[in-house]
Nanobody, 117 residues
Framework: QVKVTESGGGLVQPGGSLILSCAASGFTINNAVMRWYRQAPGQEREKVAGIIAGLDGSKHYADSVKDRFTISKDSADSQVFLQMDNLLPADTATYYC?????????WGEGTLVTVSS
């Protein structure tokens, strides 16, 4: 059974850092496109970062997080990470892991990130 599960959300002050993790099971993450999305209250879900399939998958980022967020993966542990630095109040949202595999997409339940002083 394909499943992705996010963790690592929480409350952080503006300018702080946080690392989100996405644990994958039921598939090999090197054979999937892995993405992070976020959704703030009352707003559309937006794609934040992605890493394509392969051992050395290229990465892409939304303009709003470029140079602040870094996506990476640990294939041995079947995990994908989102390192978030210099967080802003505008980054407050529920963050979702998404896996594109076998012609389907799989979503986690999300983890809440709140950036506030």
């Amino acid at each position: 059974q394909v499943k992705v599960t996010e963790s690592g959300g929480g409350l952080v002050q503006p300018g702080g850092s946080l690392i989100l993790s996405c644990a994958a099971s039921g598939f090999t993450i090197n054979n999937a496109v892995m993405r992070w999305y976020r959704q703030a209250p009352g707003q559309e879900r937006e794609k934040v970062a992605g890493i394509i399939a392969g051992l050395d998958g290229s990465k892409h980022y939304a303009d709003s997080v470029k140079d602040r967020f870094t996506i990476s993966k640990d294939s041995a542990d079947s995990q994908v990470f989102l390192q978030m630095d210099n967080l802003l109040p505008a980054d407050t949202a529920t963050y979702y892991c998404n896996a594109g595999h076998g012609g389907r997409e799989y979503w986690g339940e999300g983890t809440l990130v709140t950036v506030s002083s």
